[in-house]
């Protein structure tokens, strides 16, 4: 099985380059450059309680979740990141020798946690403009066929698949896993069909639009039957109690949020179009998440990202062979965009 190759914080990979971590523009790991709510401190300062063990049934995230998707609380289940619940699912639907499909280039979670439980990953390629392959993944079902994880918008390519090529992949036999990570970047759904598919389970996160990535926190929107069998396997205080206050000051302060949400999908676009117009050859596929996919020509974009590391600007650069010559850039601020070209356009220059 491959590892799954995360990135490192800012403290390691500055002092990996002996600078301080306030001088490292991160761009690798699709984190919210403008933090958590300013409320999300306070609550967890004026927290009460965080020498009691947190509600194993999860009662009050269950229902300011609710309240956000606008879902009854029996349909939701939080965990420690969306990965968590990713994990679950394999833990609850997969066993050995059952097939899970995968549709790279994706995200790298799934084949490990299906490997984990002793499943076979099927990979199903996306096509050239990384969309779903749906005549593909019918014929690459069998009778070992137990599910299915699409990323959506999907990452690292950042585009979305269409609510009819869902429907088209939930009529296929098998539990259909929507991965909406990146979900407030594009408005873009199918919770609203978790009452029509008893086979949808829709996945989300705080990580990247509220900028909770370090305190973990993922949601999932399903039928109630799957959640009270994920209930059944999860470790009973799989949340914390600091987890709870800041969701509920999360939520509180939405408005917030959300403008930084409409800040970063405008500096996404600003990036798109610095990179287009000024890197001889480079291509940025159109994204609805916080992040852009650009190759890069002449196989240089593995160069690209360690020259640019050692001047401590991070970008991913992922090993899968579909996407060998590109790199991902999560958007950050204007000023880190800056500091990104301006240092992107010096190594392109001392290569050439
Ligand atoms: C598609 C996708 N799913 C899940 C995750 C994990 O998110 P979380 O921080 O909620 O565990 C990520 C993180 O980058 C992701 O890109």
């Not at 799954?4 to 971590?21: F, H, Q």
């Not at 609550?43 to 609710?66: F, I, M, N």
């Not at 280039?105 to 996306?126: A, C, K, L």
């Not at 979900?183 to 759904?189: A, L, P, Q, R």
Request: glycine content about 6%.
């Amino acid at each position: 099985m491959k590892a799954y190759t995360a990135i490192d914080p800012p403290e390691v990979l500055a002092a990996r380059l002996g600078i301080s971590a306030s001088e490292i523009i991160k761009l690798d790991g699709n984190e919210n450059p403008y933090g958590s709510s300013p409320k999300v401190a306070l609550a967890l300062q004026a927290h009460p309680w965080y020498h009691v063990y947190p509600d194993p049934a999860q009662r009050g995230v269950r229902q300011a979740l609710s309240e956000y998707v606008g879902m009854n609380a029996d349909s939701i289940i939080a965990g420690f990141g969306s990965d968590e619940l990713i994990d679950l699912l394999a833990r609850l639907f997969v066993g050995i020798g059952d097939e899970v499909i995968d549709l790279p280039p994706t995200f790298g979670m799934y084949p490990i946690v299906v490997e984990t439980q002793g499943g076979q990953v099927i990979s199903v390629p996306r096509t050239k403009h990384f969309d779903v392959d749906v005549d593909a993944v019918a014929k690459a079902i069998t009778k070992n066929t137990k599910l299915l994880f699409l990323a959506n918008p999907n990452n690292p390519t950042g585009n979305i698949s269409s609510e009819k090529t869902i429907r088209q992949l939930l009529e296929l036999d098998l539990i259909v896993v929507v991965d909406e990570t990146y979900f407030e970047f594009c408005g873009k759904t199918v919770a609203h069909l978790v009452g029509k598919y008893e086979n949808l389970v829709v996945l989300r996160s705080l990580s990247k639009w509220a900028g909770l990535a370090g305190l973990r926190l993922g949601y999932g929107i399903m039928n109630p039957v799957i959640i009270e069998r994920l209930m059944t396997i999860k470790p009973p205080f799989n949340l914390t109690v600091a987890t709870e206050a800041a969701l509920v000051a999360t939520l509180a302060d939405r408005q917030l949020l959300m403008d930084r949400v409409h800040m970063l999908v405008a500096e996404r676009e600003r990036l798109t179009e610095l990179i287009t117009a000024n890197v001889t050859g480079a291509h940025c596929f159109p994204s609805e998440g916080n992040f852009i996919l650009c190759q890069f020509p002449d196989g240089i974009a593995p160069r690209v990202q360690s020259a640019l590391a050692q001047r401590g600007v991070f970008i991913r650069h992922f090993r899968d062979p579909h996407i060998s010559d590109c790199l991902r850039i999560s958007v950050g601020k204007p000023d880190q965009t800056d500091t990104l070209i301006k240092n992107l356009l010096e190594v392109i220059e001392e290569m050439s």
